[in-house]
Protein backbone atom coordinates (compact mmCIF):
# COMPACT_ATOMS: atom_id res chain seq x y z
CA UNK A 1 0.00 0.00 0.00
CA UNK A 2 2.74 2.50 1.30
CA UNK A 3 4.45 1.82 -2.60
CA UNK A 4 1.26 2.71 -3.95
CA UNK A 5 1.02 5.80 -2.23
CA UNK A 6 4.35 6.84 -3.43
CA UNK A 7 3.32 6.13 -7.17
CA UNK A 8 0.36 8.08 -6.51
CA UNK A 9 2.39 10.70 -5.30
CA UNK A 10 5.16 10.85 -8.18
CA UNK A 11 2.10 10.88 -10.56
CA UNK A 12 0.56 13.66 -8.96
CA UNK A 13 4.12 15.36 -8.24
CA UNK A 14 4.38 15.37 -12.07
CA UNK A 15 0.89 16.96 -12.71
CA UNK A 16 1.47 19.67 -10.74
CA UNK A 17 4.88 21.17 -11.45
CA UNK A 18 4.39 24.89 -10.13
CA UNK A 19 3.49 23.66 -6.56
CA UNK A 20 6.09 20.78 -7.02
CA UNK A 21 8.72 23.33 -7.76
CA UNK A 22 7.71 25.66 -5.17
CA UNK A 23 7.05 23.10 -2.19
CA UNK A 24 10.82 21.63 -3.22
CA UNK A 25 12.36 25.11 -3.37
CA UNK A 26 10.97 26.19 -0.19
CA UNK A 27 12.13 22.79 1.50
CA UNK A 28 15.51 22.90 -0.10
CA UNK A 29 16.23 26.35 0.97
CA UNK A 30 15.09 26.07 4.71
CA UNK A 31 16.77 23.07 4.98
CA UNK A 32 20.01 24.47 3.26
CA UNK A 33 20.10 28.05 5.55
CA UNK A 34 19.14 25.77 8.52
CA UNK A 35 22.28 23.50 7.57
CA UNK A 36 24.47 26.22 7.59
CA UNK A 37 23.74 27.24 11.05
CA UNK A 38 24.37 24.16 12.10
CA UNK A 39 27.56 23.71 10.19
CA UNK A 40 28.54 27.08 11.80
CA UNK A 41 28.17 25.95 15.09
CA UNK A 42 29.44 22.39 14.31
CA UNK A 43 32.74 23.60 13.81
CA UNK A 44 32.27 25.80 17.55
CA UNK A 45 31.73 22.86 19.38
CA UNK A 46 32.35 19.37 17.59
CA UNK A 47 36.04 17.77 17.74
CA UNK A 48 37.56 18.66 14.76
CA UNK A 49 41.22 18.91 13.86
CA UNK A 50 43.67 19.63 15.41
CA UNK A 51 41.15 19.83 18.44
CA UNK A 52 40.03 16.76 19.42
CA UNK A 53 39.57 16.90 22.75
CA UNK A 54 37.32 19.80 23.05
CA UNK A 55 35.15 17.68 25.35
CA UNK A 56 37.77 17.21 27.65
CA UNK A 57 39.32 20.89 27.66
CA UNK A 58 39.12 23.84 29.76
CA UNK A 59 40.15 27.42 28.77
CA UNK A 60 41.58 30.27 30.55
CA UNK A 61 41.41 33.31 28.26
CA UNK A 62 41.12 36.45 30.26
CA UNK A 63 42.41 38.09 33.72
CA UNK A 64 41.18 40.93 35.29
CA UNK A 65 42.56 42.15 38.33
CA UNK A 66 42.10 44.88 40.53
CA UNK A 67 44.22 46.92 42.98
CA UNK A 68 43.88 50.20 44.64
CA UNK A 69 41.82 52.22 42.34
CA UNK A 70 42.83 50.77 38.85
CA UNK A 71 41.82 47.63 37.26
CA UNK A 72 43.35 46.19 34.33
CA UNK A 73 42.38 43.48 32.00
CA UNK A 74 44.11 41.40 29.54
CA UNK A 75 44.69 38.38 28.45
CA UNK A 76 46.84 35.79 31.12
CA UNK A 77 50.33 35.68 32.16
CA UNK A 78 52.07 32.47 31.40
CA UNK A 79 53.13 32.72 35.01
CA UNK A 80 49.53 31.00 35.54
CA UNK A 81 50.97 27.80 33.64
CA UNK A 82 53.19 27.55 36.72
CA UNK A 83 50.74 28.24 39.02
CA UNK A 84 48.42 25.11 38.00
CA UNK A 85 51.02 22.85 37.57
CA UNK A 86 50.24 19.41 39.25
CA UNK A 87 46.73 19.41 39.74
CA UNK A 88 44.84 16.47 40.76
CA UNK A 89 43.00 16.42 38.09
CA UNK A 90 45.07 18.45 35.47
CA UNK A 91 45.97 16.21 32.48
CA UNK A 92 48.03 18.04 30.04
CA UNK A 93 48.29 22.17 30.16
CA UNK A 94 49.42 24.31 27.40
CA UNK A 95 49.78 27.72 26.14
CA UNK A 96 49.23 30.14 22.87
CA UNK A 97 49.56 33.63 21.62
CA UNK A 98 47.85 33.72 18.17
CA UNK A 99 49.91 36.61 16.65
CA UNK A 100 47.69 37.39 13.41
CA UNK A 101 49.62 39.89 11.90
CA UNK A 102 46.75 42.59 13.05
CA UNK A 103 49.70 44.97 14.57
CA UNK A 104 53.12 44.71 14.24
CA UNK A 105 53.45 42.32 11.79
CA UNK A 106 55.87 39.42 11.62
CA UNK A 107 56.99 38.11 7.78
CA UNK A 108 58.54 35.51 6.50
CA UNK A 109 61.21 36.11 3.60
CA UNK A 110 60.77 33.45 0.63
CA UNK A 111 64.15 32.54 -0.31
CA UNK A 112 63.95 32.87 -4.13
CA UNK A 113 62.78 35.88 -4.35
CA UNK A 114 63.30 37.34 -0.83
CA UNK A 115 59.65 38.64 -1.30
CA UNK A 116 58.50 39.30 2.52
CA UNK A 117 54.69 38.06 3.77
CA UNK A 118 52.96 39.05 6.60
CA UNK A 119 51.94 35.99 8.31
CA UNK A 120 49.81 34.42 11.01
CA UNK A 121 52.17 33.18 13.88
CA UNK A 122 51.69 30.90 16.74
CA UNK A 123 53.55 31.39 19.43
CA UNK A 124 52.98 28.62 21.83
CA UNK A 125 54.89 25.94 24.93
CA UNK A 126 55.71 22.97 24.64
CA UNK A 127 52.43 22.04 26.36
CA UNK A 128 50.48 23.18 23.46
CA UNK A 129 51.34 20.16 21.27
CA UNK A 130 49.99 17.76 24.19
CA UNK A 131 46.67 19.52 24.19
CA UNK A 132 45.94 19.75 20.66
CA UNK A 133 46.46 16.68 18.36
CA UNK A 134 48.03 18.34 15.12
CA UNK A 135 49.08 15.66 12.61
CA UNK A 136 52.89 15.96 12.19
CA UNK A 137 54.02 14.76 8.32
CA UNK A 138 57.56 15.02 9.15
CA UNK A 139 59.57 16.23 12.50
CA UNK A 140 58.66 16.80 15.64
CA UNK A 141 56.98 19.58 18.73
CA UNK A 142 59.69 21.65 20.36
CA UNK A 143 60.55 20.41 23.65
CA UNK A 144 60.57 21.91 26.74
CA UNK A 145 64.06 23.24 26.92
CA UNK A 146 63.61 25.09 23.27
CA UNK A 147 60.90 27.19 24.72
CA UNK A 148 62.50 27.97 27.57
CA UNK A 149 65.92 28.52 25.84
CA UNK A 150 63.74 30.64 23.33
CA UNK A 151 65.84 28.44 20.71
CA UNK A 152 65.73 29.88 17.06
CA UNK A 153 63.19 26.76 16.30
CA UNK A 154 60.33 26.69 14.11
CA UNK A 155 57.27 24.25 12.88
CA UNK A 156 55.77 25.05 9.55
CA UNK A 157 52.70 24.45 8.13
CA UNK A 158 52.30 22.45 4.99
CA UNK A 159 51.16 24.98 2.67
CA UNK A 160 53.54 27.26 3.85
CA UNK A 161 56.32 24.14 3.68
CA UNK A 162 55.42 24.06 0.02
CA UNK A 163 55.45 27.96 -0.81
CA UNK A 164 59.00 27.91 0.98
CA UNK A 165 60.71 24.74 -0.57
CA UNK A 166 58.14 23.08 -2.57
CA UNK A 167 58.32 20.15 -0.43
CA UNK A 168 56.90 19.78 2.75
CA UNK A 169 60.69 17.31 3.70
CA UNK A 170 62.11 20.40 4.96
CA UNK A 171 63.20 19.39 8.58
CA UNK A 172 66.40 20.79 9.49
CA UNK A 173 66.62 23.67 6.78
CA UNK A 174 66.35 27.50 8.01
CA UNK A 175 63.89 30.46 7.47
CA UNK A 176 64.23 33.74 7.62
CA UNK A 177 61.52 35.46 10.10
CA UNK A 178 61.52 38.86 10.97
CA UNK A 179 64.68 38.63 9.71
CA UNK A 180 66.09 35.96 12.40
CA UNK A 181 67.32 32.80 10.93
CA UNK A 182 65.73 30.16 12.39
CA UNK A 183 65.40 26.01 12.06
CA UNK A 184 62.33 24.24 11.07
CA UNK A 185 62.27 21.09 13.16
CA UNK A 186 58.56 20.03 11.78
CA UNK A 187 55.95 20.23 9.31
CA UNK A 188 52.07 19.92 10.65
CA UNK A 189 48.71 19.43 8.33
CA UNK A 190 47.53 22.94 7.76
CA UNK A 191 44.95 24.25 10.33
CA UNK A 192 41.60 25.97 8.58
CA UNK A 193 40.95 29.19 10.17
CA UNK A 194 37.38 27.74 11.20
CA UNK A 195 39.47 26.76 14.39
CA UNK A 196 41.06 30.41 15.32
CA UNK A 197 42.48 29.44 18.67
CA UNK A 198 44.96 26.99 16.99
CA UNK A 199 45.52 28.31 13.27
CA UNK A 200 48.84 29.49 12.14
CA UNK A 201 50.94 29.43 9.11
CA UNK A 202 54.11 28.87 11.32
CA UNK A 203 54.72 28.08 14.94
CA UNK A 204 57.59 29.31 17.19
CA UNK A 205 57.98 29.20 21.11
CA UNK A 206 55.90 31.15 23.32
CA UNK A 207 58.99 33.41 24.17
CA UNK A 208 59.88 34.60 20.00
CA UNK A 209 58.57 37.71 21.71
CA UNK A 210 59.98 38.29 24.91
CA UNK A 211 56.90 40.80 26.24
CA UNK A 212 55.59 37.49 27.04
CA UNK A 213 58.53 35.86 29.47
CA UNK A 214 56.73 36.54 32.89
CA UNK A 215 58.54 39.52 34.85
CA UNK A 216 59.04 38.01 38.74
CA UNK A 217 58.75 41.31 39.34
CA UNK A 218 55.11 42.01 38.31
CA UNK A 219 52.47 40.55 40.79
CA UNK A 220 49.80 41.02 38.15
CA UNK A 221 48.93 37.96 36.28
CA UNK A 222 47.91 39.93 33.06
CA UNK A 223 49.74 38.80 30.04
CA UNK A 224 48.93 38.25 26.17
CA UNK A 225 48.88 34.37 26.07
CA UNK A 226 45.88 31.44 26.26
CA UNK A 227 45.61 28.84 28.91
CA UNK A 228 44.51 25.36 27.58
CA UNK A 229 44.03 22.54 30.23
CA UNK A 230 42.20 18.91 29.45
CA UNK A 231 41.35 16.67 32.51
CA UNK A 232 41.61 13.39 32.33
CA UNK A 233 38.18 12.29 31.25
CA UNK A 234 35.01 14.79 30.33
CA UNK A 235 33.37 14.16 33.92
CA UNK A 236 36.88 15.31 35.30
CA UNK A 237 36.46 19.32 34.11
CA UNK A 238 34.41 19.74 37.37
CA UNK A 239 37.35 19.01 39.63
CA UNK A 240 39.54 20.49 37.98
CA UNK A 241 37.52 23.65 37.44
CA UNK A 242 37.37 23.55 41.78
CA UNK A 243 40.74 23.15 41.53
CA UNK A 244 41.88 25.80 39.52
CA UNK A 245 39.76 28.66 41.70
CA UNK A 246 41.44 27.39 44.78
CA UNK A 247 44.64 28.00 43.30
CA UNK A 248 43.32 31.68 42.33
CA UNK A 249 41.51 31.78 46.14
CA UNK A 250 44.50 30.94 47.46
CA UNK A 251 46.82 33.70 45.59
CA UNK A 252 44.42 36.25 46.45
CA UNK A 253 44.55 35.38 49.98
CA UNK A 254 48.65 35.63 50.10
CA UNK A 255 49.02 38.85 48.01
CA UNK A 256 46.19 41.18 49.27
CA UNK A 257 47.22 43.78 46.87
CA UNK A 258 45.53 42.59 44.12
CA UNK A 259 42.27 40.43 43.51
CA UNK A 260 42.52 38.71 40.33
CA UNK A 261 38.70 37.46 38.81
CA UNK A 262 38.37 34.85 37.18
CA UNK A 263 34.68 35.13 36.30
CA UNK A 264 33.47 31.81 36.07
CA UNK A 265 36.32 30.52 33.97
CA UNK A 266 37.93 28.51 33.46
CA UNK A 267 35.37 27.62 30.43
CA UNK A 268 34.15 24.65 29.08
CA UNK A 269 35.28 24.82 24.85
CA UNK A 270 31.94 25.52 24.08
CA UNK A 271 31.31 28.81 26.22
CA UNK A 272 35.10 29.87 25.64
CA UNK A 273 33.87 30.56 22.15
CA UNK A 274 31.02 33.16 23.15
CA UNK A 275 33.57 34.81 25.58
CA UNK A 276 35.30 37.70 24.43
CA UNK A 277 35.43 40.32 28.01
CA UNK A 278 37.53 39.79 30.53
CA UNK A 279 35.34 41.42 33.62
CA UNK A 280 31.77 39.64 32.82
CA UNK A 281 30.86 35.37 31.55
CA UNK A 282 29.23 35.40 28.19
CA UNK A 283 25.38 36.12 28.00
CA UNK A 284 24.02 32.69 27.29
CA UNK A 285 20.61 33.10 27.19
CA UNK A 286 20.75 35.70 24.53
CA UNK A 287 22.89 33.34 22.53
CA UNK A 288 20.54 30.85 22.72
CA UNK A 289 17.40 33.73 22.34
CA UNK A 290 19.09 34.93 19.17
CA UNK A 291 19.68 31.20 17.97
CA UNK A 292 15.76 30.30 18.52
CA UNK A 293 14.98 33.72 16.24
CA UNK A 294 16.99 32.39 13.25
CA UNK A 295 15.58 29.15 13.58
CA UNK A 296 12.40 30.74 13.39
CA UNK A 297 12.83 32.49 10.59
CA UNK A 298 14.29 30.12 8.32
CA UNK A 299 12.00 27.09 9.40
CA UNK A 300 8.66 28.01 10.80
CA UNK A 301 7.94 30.90 8.50
CA UNK A 302 8.77 28.17 5.84
CA UNK A 303 6.18 25.86 7.36
CA UNK A 304 3.44 28.28 7.50
CA UNK A 305 3.82 29.72 4.04
CA UNK A 306 3.89 25.56 3.00
CA UNK A 307 0.76 24.92 5.35
CA UNK A 308 -1.10 27.90 3.56
CA UNK A 309 0.02 26.05 0.39
CA UNK A 310 -1.16 22.77 0.80
CA UNK A 311 -4.41 23.82 2.35
CA UNK A 312 -4.74 25.57 -0.75
CA UNK A 313 -4.00 22.49 -2.52
CA UNK A 314 -6.62 20.32 -0.41
CA UNK A 315 -9.45 23.01 -1.39
CA UNK A 316 -9.04 22.41 -4.75
CA UNK A 317 -8.99 17.84 -4.23
CA UNK A 318 -11.78 18.09 -2.09
CA UNK A 319 -14.15 16.57 -4.67
CA UNK A 320 -11.18 14.21 -5.60
CA UNK A 321 -11.58 13.31 -1.51
CA UNK A 322 -15.39 13.43 -1.43
CA UNK A 323 -15.83 10.70 -4.01
CA UNK A 324 -13.14 8.48 -2.82
CA UNK A 325 -14.65 8.86 0.23
CA UNK A 326 -18.24 7.93 -0.70
CA UNK A 327 -16.46 4.73 -2.12
CA UNK A 328 -15.41 3.61 1.25
CA UNK A 329 -11.54 5.15 1.73
CA UNK A 330 -11.17 6.22 5.48
CA UNK A 331 -9.83 9.52 6.91
CA UNK A 332 -6.98 7.00 7.73
CA UNK A 333 -5.96 6.13 3.95
CA UNK A 334 -6.61 9.08 2.73
CA UNK A 335 -4.21 10.94 4.91
CA UNK A 336 -1.52 8.38 4.32
CA UNK A 337 -1.22 9.41 1.04
CA UNK A 338 -1.58 13.00 1.66
CA UNK A 339 1.69 12.52 4.15
CA UNK A 340 3.34 10.32 1.53
CA UNK A 341 2.96 12.92 -0.78
CA UNK A 342 4.48 15.63 1.52
CA UNK A 343 7.62 13.07 2.77
CA UNK A 344 8.20 12.33 -1.09
CA UNK A 345 8.47 16.34 -1.42
CA UNK A 346 10.30 17.13 1.16
CA UNK A 347 12.66 13.98 0.72
CA UNK A 348 13.39 15.54 -3.13
CA UNK A 349 13.81 19.33 -0.99
CA UNK A 350 16.26 17.72 1.29
CA UNK A 351 18.63 16.32 -1.14
CA UNK A 352 18.30 19.84 -2.63
CA UNK A 353 18.78 21.56 0.46
CA UNK A 354 21.94 19.79 1.09
CA UNK A 355 23.60 20.58 -2.05
CA UNK A 356 22.65 23.94 -1.40
CA UNK A 357 24.75 24.21 2.00
CA UNK A 358 27.15 22.58 0.50
CA UNK A 359 27.62 24.89 -2.13
CA UNK A 360 26.92 27.99 0.52
CA UNK A 361 29.94 26.21 2.72
CA UNK A 362 32.55 25.56 -0.36
CA UNK A 363 32.23 28.72 -2.04
CA UNK A 364 31.21 31.01 0.21
CA UNK A 365 33.77 29.44 3.27
CA UNK A 366 35.35 33.37 4.02
CA UNK A 367 32.08 34.50 4.91
CA UNK A 368 30.84 31.71 6.87
CA UNK A 369 34.41 31.27 8.94
CA UNK A 370 33.78 35.16 9.67
CA UNK A 371 30.58 34.59 11.54
CA UNK A 372 33.18 32.72 14.14
CA UNK A 373 35.96 34.19 13.74
CA UNK A 374 34.63 37.71 15.15
CA UNK A 375 37.61 40.30 15.20
CA UNK A 376 39.81 37.88 13.15
CA UNK A 377 42.41 39.85 10.72
CA UNK A 378 43.28 37.04 8.37
CA UNK A 379 46.95 37.50 6.70
CA UNK A 380 45.64 35.67 3.53
CA UNK A 381 47.76 32.94 3.99
CA UNK A 382 45.56 30.53 6.15
CA UNK A 383 43.29 28.31 4.19
CA UNK A 384 39.94 29.90 4.45
CA UNK A 385 37.79 26.66 4.17
CA UNK A 386 35.94 24.04 5.85
CA UNK A 387 37.60 20.68 5.54
CA UNK A 388 35.55 17.65 4.57
CA UNK A 389 35.56 15.97 8.46
CA UNK A 390 33.61 19.53 9.04
CA UNK A 391 31.03 19.59 6.26
CA UNK A 392 30.28 16.03 5.84
CA UNK A 393 28.69 14.87 9.23
CA UNK A 394 25.37 12.24 8.62
CA UNK A 395 24.48 13.25 12.28
CA UNK A 396 24.07 16.76 11.72
CA UNK A 397 22.21 16.53 8.54
CA UNK A 398 19.88 13.95 10.24
CA UNK A 399 19.06 16.48 12.58
CA UNK A 400 18.18 19.04 10.47
CA UNK A 401 16.65 16.74 7.68
CA UNK A 402 14.50 15.31 10.96
CA UNK A 403 13.53 18.64 12.18
CA UNK A 404 12.13 19.54 8.64
CA UNK A 405 10.44 16.53 8.11
CA UNK A 406 8.81 17.44 11.58
CA UNK A 407 7.77 20.73 10.39
CA UNK A 408 6.54 19.83 6.83
CA UNK A 409 4.69 16.96 8.14
CA UNK A 410 2.61 19.32 10.55
CA UNK A 411 1.97 22.04 8.22
CA UNK A 412 0.93 19.03 5.94
CA UNK A 413 -1.39 17.50 8.84
CA UNK A 414 -3.37 20.33 9.79
CA UNK A 415 -4.77 21.47 6.68
CA UNK A 416 -5.52 17.93 5.49
CA UNK A 417 -7.19 16.84 9.09
CA UNK A 418 -9.51 20.10 8.58
CA UNK A 419 -10.60 18.85 5.00
CA UNK A 420 -11.05 14.96 5.86
CA UNK A 421 -13.65 16.19 8.23
CA UNK A 422 -15.88 17.94 5.37
CA UNK A 423 -19.03 15.81 5.00
CA UNK A 424 -19.13 13.82 1.81
CA UNK A 425 -21.65 15.70 -0.03
CA UNK A 426 -20.22 18.66 0.84
CA UNK A 427 -16.40 17.27 -0.57
CA UNK A 428 -18.59 16.22 -3.54
CA UNK A 429 -20.08 20.06 -4.29
CA UNK A 430 -17.35 22.32 -3.29
CA UNK A 431 -16.44 22.84 -7.26
CA UNK A 432 -19.56 23.60 -8.26
Not at 57 to 77: C, R
Not at 217 to 243: C, F, Q, R, V, W
Not at 250 to 279: I, V, Y
Not at 307 to 333: F, H, W
Request: aromatic share 10%; charged share 15%; with cysteine.
Amino acid sequence: MIKLYFKQAWTMMKQNKLFTSIYVAGTGLAIAFTMVLFIIYYVKFAPIYPEYNRDRTLVLKYMHASFENNNVSSLVSYKVVEMLRGLPHLDKIGAAFIHNGSWNPITITIPETNEQKIICVGMVDAGFWDVFTFRFLNGRPFTEVEVNSNLPVVILTESIAKQLFATTDVVGKYIKCNGNDMKVCGVVADVSNATPDTAANIYVPIFFDEDNRPNPNNPILTGIASIYMTAPTATDKEALKAEVEDVFNRHNQEDKRFTHHLNGQPDDWWLSTFRNDAQREPDITAVIRNLLYMLCAMLFIPAMNLCGMISSRMDERMSELGVRKAYGANNKGLLSQVLCENLLLTFIGGLLGLAIAYLIALTGGKWVLHLFTEGYTEPSLIPSNLTAEMLFNPTLFGIVFTLCVLLNVISALVPTMIALHRPIIQSIQSKR
